[in-house]
């Protein structure tokens, strides 16, 4: 009897390619997420709800670019409209204002509650860079503070505590800045004040103190898409910015069209004074997208910014002019990708349907996992989930790193080898492209899974 081959057997090419790409780029990956060992797997092919990798393997995939991709791999109509724009505009590119920014611009005031106008660039990052800098312009103040545990691109002003080791992280209730990376700046750190996820009374107390230096709060709603805000404590924390004049930015980048249309913002019924946009928006490419109340977006325009210039503030003082550009921004193929996504969103049920085959989904493995005595919470909103190995209840990131990560992987890699793509410990996005055939396969799967890590 011929055996099956082993998942390195099966992934030759890959393992081939990844060396030879690791002698000209580090690591072999163009961002250390992309990076997993022995090594990652290189893609050749995406269709709809699948992945085709350099060896030919087939797989269902989750991953769907770290939720960028609602509608799946290459949507006939997300294509149509691309070739579209660039075939009947005759250029790529224009440099200049055109038409679908201010299509889509209206399209996302009319969508998200708290954007009244809209700046465009070319990824999240810059969004939340965008965001963080205004809300220091707009109320003068220098500090920011950001949540334990929550991610928002990575550059120095927000690469801390997104998952500090438990020996740096200090008191739960009072988390240090702990930086992500070498390299990140004494000054981010020093400005950049961590606050407890979903525990108000601790929140409060650092707010409270740090109240004058504080230009801005910002947070994921719902934190990687699956560990959400709980509503008292957002709305508490809402009135409480209010009070103590700090800016609330919500970052949506990963919620955003992903929980509803209109972000996790539609859901709490929380109205933020800024809103970070990316992934799912791009429809495929790469994008960012900056909204939020009127007053102070304002800032972004150069006639304010000349105003203030000349008129200086409340004392007299001149101040510099806000500047925000990009050569990119507002990409004419972006935005056409990105609309065109939106109108299928919007279509009939479409968005429904995703949540209603998501939740089958989770509801299903919850079960599957049980009957193996493997308690685990399928924990997320809309289309995103995650995977939690415990029975205990999940509220922050501290929680999350109690639960059976081990397990989990054992599991995530025994998937690469039945045809299921998620990078191993990562959440799953599921799309439009995703058919009940690929959820029932899913399943099955995930029940091979399990006998063969739990015999
Ligand atoms: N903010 C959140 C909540 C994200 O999930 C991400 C990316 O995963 C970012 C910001 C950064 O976006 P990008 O990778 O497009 O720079």
New binding site residues.
């Given amino acids: 009897k011929t055996q099956e081959p082993t998942l390195a057997e099966k992934l030759k090419t890959s393992y081939e390619l990844h060396q030879e790409a690791a002698k000209v780029i580090p690591g072999g990956v163009t961002a250390n997420i992309k990076y997993f060992t022995p090594h990652p797997i290189v893609m050749e092919e995406g269709h709809g709800s699948r992945l085709y990798d350099a060896d030919g393997n087939e797989y269902i995939d989750y991953l769907m670019c770290?939720g960028a991709l609602m509608t799946g791999h290459g949507h006939p109509e997300v294509f149509a409209a691309v070739t579209e724009q660039m075939y009947s505009k005759g250029t790529t590119i224009f440099g200049t204002p055109h038409r679908l920014e201010t299509l889509m611009a209206k399209k996302l005031v009319s969508l998200y509650r708290g954007i009244e106008q809209v700046r465009f660039c070319n990824?999240?990052?810059e969004a939340?860079m965008l965001a963080t800098r205004l809300a220091a312009a707009y109320t003068g103040k220098k500090k920011l503070a950001k949540f334990e545990g929550h991610?928002?691109?990575g550059y120095d002003q927000v690469l801390l505590s997104v998952n500090p080791a438990e020996a740096l992280a200090g008191e739960s209730e009072e988390p240090l800045t702990v930086p992500e990376s070498t390299g990140v700046s004494d000054y981010c750190v020093e400005n950049t004040i961590i606050l407890p996820f979903n525990n108000y009374p601790a929140a409060e107390k650092i707010l409270r103190k740090h109240a004058a230096e504080l230009s801005a709060v910002i947070m994921?709603p719902i934190q990687g898409g699956f560990i959400p805000a709980e509503q008292q404590f957002m709305e508490k924390l809402r009135r409480l910015t209010e009070e103590l004049d700090i800016l609330l930015i919500f970052?949506e980048?990963?919620t955003g069209f992903r929980v509803a249309l209109g972000g996790a913002q539609e859901i709490y019924g929380v109205t933020p004074d800024l809103t970070t946009l990316?992934?799912v928006l791009g429809g495929g490419f790469p994008v960012?997208a900056l909204g939020g109340k009127r007053e102070i977006m304002e800032h972004c325009s150069p006639g304010a910014s000349k105003d203030i210039l000349t008129a200086g503030d409340d004392n007299g003082n001149k101040r510099e002019a806000f500047f925000h550009s990009g050569t990119y921004n507002g990409h004419p193929t972006t935005l056409a990708a990105g609309l065109a996504t939106i109108k299928l969103l919007e279509t009939h049920d479409n968005m429904m349907q995703v949540f209603q085959k998501t939740a089958y989904l989770k509801q299903e493995l919850e079960k599957l996992y049980y009957s193996y005595g493997v308690p685990m919470q399928a924990m997320g909103e809309g289309s995103i989930f995650n995977i939690v190995i415990t029975d205990k209840n999940i509220t922050n990131l501290r929680e999350m790193n109690c639960s059976n990560t081990a397990l989990r992987k054992k599991i995530d890699y025994e998937l690469l080898d039945l045809g299921i793509y998620s990078k191993p410990l990562n959440r799953y996005s599921v799309s439009t492209a995703h058919s009940e055939a690929d959820i029932e396969n899913t399943l099955r799967a995930h029940e091979q899974a399990l006998q063969r890590v739990m015999k």
């Fill in positions: 770290y990824s999240g990052m939340t991610y928002h691109g994921e970052d980048v990963k990316g992934k960012g």
